[in-house]
């Protein structure tokens, strides 16, 4: 299949770098353009990089210059597709405006997250939510809250016990702030118990996820979630500790056995960024860790897009369990790229 012309906007910041990361020698999508703030116009991708040039395979994308955002200027350009990272007070109406003049648009940004006309999909969770924009030439399909992504893959393999009620406490990487991001004076040797917005996404957004598609809307499921949100002093993942209520009782072999066999569409389709194993499921007492597991999944191209989960305790109808996941790049820009993976894999794009 011919690839398909791509640009980045708001390609300067840790999430639109992160996306020239995952796009870098991409076998579906070739990068003809990169968009940013005004601090960043004119300059190389190199001179802005935040993350190590190994990261950025393409080798001669770090000499790219990035480009003042300009949105008539990119709908005039008419790439086949645009990845948004913009940041939420450019994103609501910048994607809105390209989705209107036909251009898909797959983002990061939770500006346009919760409309009825914008499925919310994590593809091994609900890539069925997909089908709201088919047919359609211009859309916004959006992925979820850093939190919330990895969240949804380790609740999925539980939903056939009737998942009911989650009590979450995420532990959220500095890097989840954007870049410079948190004062060093506030973060180091410090755990700030409070991240503005992000408690309320989980709670809107789960029920999104697992919700049913009829009549070409979603209807949200019944399963609520009490989160806590705290940010501690690590560069990159996410981790969370989640108690699980389900309908019935269950056993050790029966959770082990769902997490251990989970596979969905991504894996069937062998999608370039989906990990062999989306969930990875941990028997040491002490894993998860962000310094050993961040990075987590194969093959090489879905490295940090699994989520790992471990210190599974099960009493009853009560699971509990932690789970890690990498925020910038299976709960940002992974996650965006596996959702466009997937309908130009089904042609829908």
Known sequence: MEKMDAVILGAS????????????????????????????????????????????????????????????????????????????????????????????????????????????????????????????????????????????????????????????????????????????????????????????????????????LEAGKVKNSDITVNPTCVRVPVRDSHLEVVRVTVDRDVTPEEISDAYMNFRSVPQEMQLPSAPVKPVILRNEENRPQPYLDSMAGSPDRARGMAATVGRVQISGRIIRYVTLSHNTIRGAAGGSVLNAELMFKKGMV
């Open 13 to 212: 910041g840790l999430v639109g770098q992160r996306f020239c990361q995952m796009l870098s020698n991409h076998p579906y999508f070739n990068i003809t353009g990169l968009y940013g703030g005004s601090a960043s116009d004119g300059k190389r991708l190199s001179d802005v990089l935040k993350l190590p040039e190994y990261c950025i395979s393409q080798s001669e994308l770090l000499s790219e210059r990035i480009d003042h955002l300009d949105i008539g200027k990119v709908r005039r350009l008419d790439p086949d597709i645009v990845f948004s990272a913009l940041p939420n007070d450019l994103a609501k109406d910048a994607e809105l405006e390209l989705a209107s003049h036909s251009i898909p648009v797959f983002t990061n940004a939770s500006a346009n997250r919760m409309r009825e006309d914008v499925p919310l999909v994590v593809p091994e969770v609900n890539s069925e939510c997909l089908d709201i924009v088919t047919g359609k030439d211009g859309y916004i399909v959006a992925n979820g809250n850093c939190s919330s992504i990895g969240l949804a893959l380790s609740l999925k393999p539980l939903v056939k016990f009737g998942v009911r009620d989650v009590n979450v406490t995420t532990f959220q990487a500095a890097s989840g702030a954007g870049y410079p991001g948190i004062p060093s004076m506030d973060i180091m040797d410090n755990i700030v118990p409070y991240i503005q917005d992000e408690e309320e996404k989980i709670v809107k957004e789960i029920p999104k996820m697992f919700g049913s």
